[in-house]
């Protein structure tokens, strides 16, 4: 029988590749030649960051317990070091050396 063990998880791995992958790729197909408004595109352009923000937020906001300070340390050198130098990784590590160095100092 072809539908064993095997053959069923590959189908259904690629069952769920084309239940996730082509909704996700038919926008660039539909819109490639589509012209949008500056607004628009420049509000479209934000998205991910905004998505971004609410999913790490919360987080960051729970992170440190009784500490807010610490926490206000961390989130102020994350945000200023993105806005001005950009990435993800140096300012993810500076802010978590600073809210560490902010705990260390306030026992």
Do not use: C, Q
Request: cysteine-free; glycine content about 10%; proline content about 8%.
């Amino acid at each position: 029988m072809w539908l064993n063990e095997p053959n069923r998880l590959l189908l259904l791995l690629a069952g769920m590749l084309l239940a996730t992958y082509l909704p996700r790729l038919a926008p660039f197909f539909m819109m490639r030649d589509l012209r949008l408004a500056p607004r628009l595109k420049r509000f479209l352009e934000l998205i991910p960051f905004t998505a971004l923000g609410a999913l790490i937020l919360p987080g960051v906001l729970t992170s440190v317990p009784g500490h807010p300070l610490a926490m206000a340390a961390g989130i102020g050198v994350a945000a200023v070091w993105a806005w001005y130098k950009g990435g993800i990784v140096v300012p993810v590590v500076g802010a978590i050396a600073v809210t560490y160095g902010v705990l260390l100092i306030a026992g």
